[in-house]
């Protein structure tokens, strides 16, 4: 499985992104189901407000089964917590958070970001590093 952040969504969905191609060629690559968490949906379609067109495409990356939104519980929110404590000083924001939580839970190490920075620094219970596509 592989987690997916939100700047690939964005940079899947918007050609005038300079990730675009980019993430394109990773995309089509992909043969694992790819997982994301209601955080970084949410954030991707504030991204992609300013045009109706790429939120439906958003939609209807969802509604075709390109990824699936893992649900988060109790126990997911409450390490959120602790993880954007921990990271404070990045800091680490709630869908970064809900995709780490998510990682450890599920021992998903590998994950579809454009941003290597943090998630190069994240450090995962039970997960040594992250591996970063693309």
């Not at 694992?32 to 045009?51: D, G, H, K, N, Q």
């Not at 959120?80 to 599920?106: G, I, N, T």
Request: proline share 5%; aromatic share 10%; hydrophobic share 50%.
């Amino acid at each position: 499985m592989i987690l997916v952040d939100t700047g690939p969504f964005v940079a899947l969905i918007s050609r005038e992104d300079h990730y675009h191609e980019r993430c394109k060629e990773a995309f089509a690559l992909m043969r694992e189901p790819m997982l994301t968490v209601w955080p970084a949906f949410t954030e991707t379609m504030y991204l992609l407000r300013s045009s109706l067109q790429a939120q439906e495409a958003m939609w209807k990356m969802l509604e075709r089964g390109a990824f699936r939104i893992v649900d988060l519980d109790a126990e997911h929110c409450t390490r959120m917590r602790h993880l954007m404590l921990k990271y404070a000083d990045l800091p680490m924001d709630l869908a970064d958070a809900a995709l780490v939580a998510v990682a450890e839970r599920a021992r998903i190490p590998r994950i579809f970001t454009l941003d290597r920075r943090d998630f190069g620094l994240y450090r995962p219970a039970g997960i040594r590093r992250f591996e970063i596509i693309p």
